[in-house]
């Protein structure tokens, strides 16, 4: 089966630094997405890791372990605009369909 | 701006009805999306488009149907609603590279069932 696991919510204070983790089980598995989400708004697409290891997009960093079937989103310096749902959505080539978003994890920023 | 368009932005109606969203994908994808997310829930994935035909099925009830046209825009029917149905339906189209996919999301269709 296909199974998705990431924390309901994070809370952390401006300039500090956050990791959200994720676990996935799929079958066909290619790759790692993370989105964001503001409220109210549309999921934007922030990184993703097709291989083992951690890619770096600014404040953003994210990390994948294939053999853990695991992975990370770690935002630095925090910023009050940060605050958002963050998904990280497996992406596979089996099944249904190809990408699964689950609830998301809602980042508050406080001041 | 994603280059996604979706219309309505917000859609009010009532129970049993029948209501159309629109969504036009970026120039060039062929690929179309459609997500339903409810309040505080995450994206569920009901149905995907390529190139006119239909791709795959995710949680999409029979009640619901769509398809993409000739000029790549898709529209999402919605019958018989009910209250639960209520919710932000999205659209996205994507670009596939060597590196995998990238959505890409419209601005979603609020919908609300009275």
């Known amino acids: 089966g296909q199974s998705l696991e990431q924390p309901s919510e994070v809370t952390a204070v401006e300039g500090a630094i956050v990791q959200i983790n994720c676990t996935y089980q799929t079958s066909g598995f290619y790759g790692l997405s993370w989105y964001q989400q503001h409220d109210g708004g549309a999921p934007t697409f922030l990184s993703y890791?097709?291989?083992?290891g951690l890619e770096e997009t600014g404040r953003f960093s994210s990390f994948l372990s294939r053999s853990d079937s695991y992975g990370y989103l770690l935002l630095q310096e925090l910023q009050m605009k940060d605050s958002a749902s963050y998904f990280c959505a497996p992406y596979h080539t089996s099944g249904t369909y190809k990408y699964i978003f689950g609830t998301g994890t809602r980042l508050k920023v406080l001041a | 701006d994603s280059g996604v368009t979706q219309t309505p932005k917000h859609l009010i109606t009532a129970t049993g009805q029948r209501v159309t969203l629109r969504c036009s994908p970026r120039s060039g994808d062929l690929s179309v999306y459609w997500y339903q997310q409810s309040l505080d829930q995450g994206l569920q994935f009901l149905i995907q488009?390529?190139?006119?035909?239909?791709?795959a099925k995710g949680n999409i009830l029979e009640r619901f149907s769509a398809q993409q046209f000739p000029d790549l825009h898709s529209e999402l029917n919605l019958s018989s609603l009910e209250l639960g149905d209520s919710a932000l339906y999205f659209c996205?189209?994507?670009?596939?590279?060597?590196?995998?996919?990238?959505?890409?999301f419209g601005p979603g269709t609020r919908l609300l069932v009275l």
């Open positions: 488009y390529y190139n006119g035909e239909e791709r």
């Open positions: 890791n097709g291989l083992d």
């Open positions: 996205a189209s994507s670009v596939t590279t060597g590196l995998g996919e990238t959505q890409y």
